[in-house]
């Protein structure tokens, strides 16, 4: 990670997303090629994990150091590869706001349900949940 995103007031984050549990299926034939996608809203920091072949249940194990300040979000949401750039593509989303950002600190591997995101059509059949860890804030000294 770039020391550019070191910033005042901001921490050193581990994030580690293990897996996701019980995804939608979208395709009536085939199985998600799901990945992950970690975003620190407002800013340019984006990870992402590997896809997974034909899964409802990917495996991850990835781990992320992002900086965040006390003001920031993290936006966690889950893809199919296949139809990535397709409305079917959306699997769900985690926004963790920054008062989650601190209690889920530390506090050992947790479920978070997927949700829709504000921009997802109401048709859309989201369900599932991302098993995820926050751990290590380093205060930064500037």
Same mark, same amino acid.
């Not at 995103?5 to 085939?30: E, P």
């Not at 781990?63 to 979000?73: E, K, L």
């Given at each position: 990670?770039?020391e550019?995103?070191a910033?005042?007031?901001?921490?050193k984050?581990r994030?580690?997303?293990?897996?996701?549990?019980?995804?939608?299926? *979208?395709?009536?034939?085939?199985?998600?090629d799901?990945f992950? *996608?970690?975003?620190?809203?407002?800013?340019?920091?984006?990870?992402?994990?590997?896809?997974?072949?034909a899964s409802?249940?990917?495996?991850?194990?990835?781990?992320?150091?992002?900086?965040?300040? *006390?003001?920031?979000s993290?936006?966690?949401?889950?893809?199919?590869q296949?139809?990535?750039?397709?409305?079917?593509?959306?699997?769900?989303?985690?926004?963790?706001?920054?008062?989650?950002?601190?209690?889920?600190?530390?506090?050992?591997?947790? @479920?978070?349900?997927?949700?829709?995101?504000s921009?997802?059509d109401?048709?859309?059949?989201? @369900?599932?949940?991302?098993?995820?860890?926050?751990?290590?804030?380093?205060?930064?000294?500037?």
């Amino acid at each position: 990670m770039s020391e550019s995103y070191a910033r005042n007031g901001s921490a050193k984050l581990r994030l580690t997303l293990l897996c996701a549990k019980n995804l939608a299926k *979208r395709d009536l034939f085939r199985l998600p090629d799901p990945f992950a *996608r970690v975003c620190v809203d407002g800013s340019t920091q984006t990870h992402s994990t590997d896809p997974v072949k034909a899964s409802l249940d990917p495996k991850w194990n990835q781990h992320y150091d992002i900086y965040v300040s *006390r003001a920031d979000s993290i936006t966690i949401s889950v893809w199919n590869q296949k139809s990535v750039h397709k409305r079917k593509g959306f699997l769900g989303c985690v926004k963790l706001l920054a008062s989650a950002i601190q209690r889920l600190k530390d506090t050992g591997y947790q @479920r978070l349900d997927l949700s829709k995101d504000s921009e997802a059509d109401d048709d859309i059949v989201v @369900r599932g949940q991302v098993v995820g860890e926050a751990l290590h804030f380093v205060r930064r000294f500037l």
